[in-house]
């Protein structure tokens, strides 16, 4: 007398699949906290918009000068607003949501659950990079109203490459730094105190055509972003190994400072 066979259970889903599904929740959480903040999202994209227009006036028609490094200041000026909308975006507003978040409880509630960490700041990483291609299309949309052509199909791997190494390494820097931070109130304080003095020295709103200070400033992070945007934004189809390098090695030294220092518990006062 034969027997049926058991029915087969069904087969679980893969692992990868099941990742990809929490990953794209994390995404979606991250926009949907930014965008209900209404305030906070509206000066994320209106500031860079303001800072071009009115650039984009005062510069209109101009030719290309030694000054501006062979580039007419039309052209400077939207790859170097594009990198401080990058660097808004994934350094000062990072640093300081996530000082927010531990201190409210809310990185303590994030560790219990069984999300892992690594999709938890791949989540912030895809947010930063989103928010980041917003600005940046914004930023140069604006500059094209004034004149500046558009990016053609062969700059746009070099601005990509650029675009998410920048961010992945602003992340990993902001990541870092709030981990340092003792408490949410001083954490605008703290990211300002490192970032304004960079984004000068490094040739954001004018050239410095001191030799020294670009070399200090060449070391550091804000100037070689500017430099890889300005080369792929204005028409340079290679990509700027150097500065992306650089870029790289301090992507890293957040990342080990981060994995190191980050608290997902308050600190006791």
Not at 32 to 42: E, G, K, V
Not at 101 to 124: C, E, H, N, S
Not at 139 to 161: D, E, F, H, K, W
Request: aromatic share 12%; net charge positive; hydrophobic share 50%.
């Amino acid at each position: 007398m034969s027997t049926a066979a058991p029915p087969a259970r069904p087969e679980a889903p893969a692992a990868p699949r099941r990742d990809k599904t929490l990953l794209w929740h994390q995404i979606k959480y991250e926009q949907l906290t930014f965008w209900r903040n209404p305030q906070s999202a509206f000066f994320t994209f209106v500031f860079p918009i303001v800072i071009i227009a009115i650039f984009g006036a005062l510069f209109r028609g101009g030719k290309p000068s030694p000054f501006y490094d062979g580039l007419t200041p039309l052209e400077y000026y939207v790859a170097t607003i594009a990198a401080l909308s990058v660097l808004s975006a994934c350094y000062s507003q990072l640093a300081i949501v996530l000082s927010t978040r531990r201190q409210d409880g809310i990185l303590k509630r994030v560790r219990a659950t069984p999300l892992p960490t690594w999709m938890y700041f791949m989540g912030l990483l895809a947010h930063c990079i989103m928010v980041s291609v917003v600005d940046i299309l914004l930023v140069i949309g604006i500059g094209n109203l004034y004149g500046m052509p558009l990016p053609n199909a062969s700059q746009l791997p070099a601005i990509t490459v650029t675009l998410v190494l920048g961010a992945a390494s602003f992340c990993a820097l902001g990541v870092g730094v709030a981990s340092l931070i003792r408490n949410a109130e001083a954490a605008p304080a703290v990211v300002q105190f490192v970032l304004f003095p960079l984004v000068f020295i490094s040739g954001t709103y004018i050239p410095i055509h001191s030799d020294w200070l670009n070399i200090v400033a060449g070391a550091l992070p804000v100037k070689p972003f500017n430099e890889a945007l300005l080369g792929s934004i204005s028409g340079d189809a290679a990509f700027p190994w150097q500065s992306l390098g650089v870029l790289a090695l301090w992507g890293a030294l957040g990342a080990v400072v981060a994995i190191r220092r980050f608290r997902w518990d308050p600190k006791p006062e």
